[in-house]
């Protein structure tokens, strides 16, 4: 019902941006708290950035001043605007639309920061 579909991702030499995009459809976009994750390989998944239904944004410590999460409510869309970025954000980077408990993943985009 509710689909998840990341986009955006590819390879960006260090100090570089790229902006990843999150489209979502089959539910009412505006109530969903949107999350990205990001997964390094031998590594768990963490939390990158939240942003909630009023716009209230969170992020981790190693993406402060770095990273930017919006929405934009009418295209059902999140974006990751990410620059500066740094060898060590090399991951798999995944969307999450989340009421409490129940959550709907995409499948993920692959960010390499390499020379």
């Known amino acids: 019902q509710v689909q998840v579909v990341e986009s955006g991702g590819g390879l960006v030499q260090p100090g570089g941006s790229l902006r990843l995009s999150c489209a979502a459809s089959?539910?009412?976009?505006?109530?969903?708290?949107m999350e990205w994750y990001r997964q390094a390989p031998g590594k768990q998944r963490e939390l990158v950035a939240a942003i909630t239904s009023d716009g209230s944004t969170n992020y981790a410590d190693s993406v402060k001043g770095r990273f930017t999460i919006s929405r934009d409510n009418a295209k059902n869309t999140v974006y990751l605007q990410m620059n500066s970025l740094k060898p060590e954000d090399t991951a798999v980077y995944y969307c999450?639309?989340?009421?409490?408990?129940?959550?709907?993943w995409g499948q993920g985009t692959q960010v390499t920061v390499s020379s």
């Open positions: 089959g539910t009412i976009f505006s109530i969903y708290v």
């Open positions: 999450n639309a989340r009421i409490a408990i129940m959550s709907h």
